[in-house]
T-cell receptor, first 114, second 119 residues
Framework: DSGVTQTPKHLITATGQRVTLRCSPR?????VYWYQQSLDQGLQFLIH???????AKGNILERFSAQQFPDLHSELNLSSLELGDSALYFC?????????????FGSGTQLSVL | AQKVTQAQTEISVVEKEDVTLDCVYE???????LFWYKQPPSGELVFLIR??????QNEISGRYSWNFQKSTSSFNFTITASQVVDSAVYFC????????????????FGTGTRLTIIP
């Protein structure tokens, strides 16, 4: 158990809908990262937050947004969902924000868009 | 741009055999970190090792060993005396410049190698 909690584990929704994925980092970790794992794109970095502030953006669509709250949990919001958004979404956390930090990954949220 | 190539899509070996997973990377950074993560059938990503580009010394942890060769931009992973529990997808990953400013903490992952250990 990595200590990173992601909810829900599975999410089935329809095209055009909006969903929110939640991540609770390990106790004491200030950094939260979101990654998307899909069959065609593999594991792609989406966004990184450190202590409530956005630090880096990767290949994140404009339809997607994220935030980190004062209690350090994070939410990834996906809107106007398309079939291609179906993927496993991982959250990871680390103590600090530095290149090369060891990341602790949650079990992921499997999103299926029908 | 950074790139990680894991040319072996799938490997199957019989239990107790040794197996090596290849990883080749591309980066313009002079300093960086390399990682291996394991994704068992349950789906989570499990950290295995981190190696910085300063240190080319090979590392051994139990049945696992890693061979880092900067000259060939490779960071290969060997499992000795494989076990059924080693069956998983293994990802090699690369970080950005160690000395960069904040904002470069993302990992670039390879496409993974699915390892199946046959009992």
């Amino acid at each position: 158990d990595s200590g990173v909690t992601q909810t829900p584990k599975h999410l089935i929704t329809a095209t055009g809908q909006r969903v929110t994925l939640r991540c609770s980092p390990r106790s004491g970790d200030l950094s939260v990262y979101w990654y998307q794992q899909s069959l065609d794109q593999g594991l792609q970095f989406l966004i990184h937050y450190y202590n409530g502030e956005e630090r880096a953006k990767g290949n994140i669509l404009e339809r997607f947004s994220a935030q980190q709250f004062p209690d350090l949990h994070s939410e990834l919001n996906l809107s106007s969902l398309e079939l291609g958004d179906s993927a496993l979404y991982f959250c990871a956390s680390s103590v600090v924000s530095g290149t090369g930090e060891k990341l602790f990954f949650g079990s992921g949220t499997q999103l299926s868009v029908l | 741009a950074q790139k990680v190539t894991q040319a072996q899509t799938e490997i199957s070996v019989v239990e107790k055999e040794d197996v090596t997973l290849d990883c080749v990377y591309e980066t313009r950074d002079t300093t960086y970190y390399l990682f291996w993560y394991k994704q068992p059938p349950s789906g989570e990503l499990v950290f295995l090792i981190r190696r910085n580009s300063f240190d080319e010394q090979n590392e051994i942890s139990g049945r696992y060993s890693w061979n880092f060769q900067k000259s060939t931009s490779s960071f290969n992973f060997t499992i000795t005396a494989s076990q059924v529990v080693d069956s998983a997808v293994y990802f090699c990953a690369l970080s950005g410049d160690v000395w960069s400013n904040f904002g470069n903490e993302k990992l670039t992952f390879g496409t993974g190698t699915r390892l199946t250990i046959i009992p």
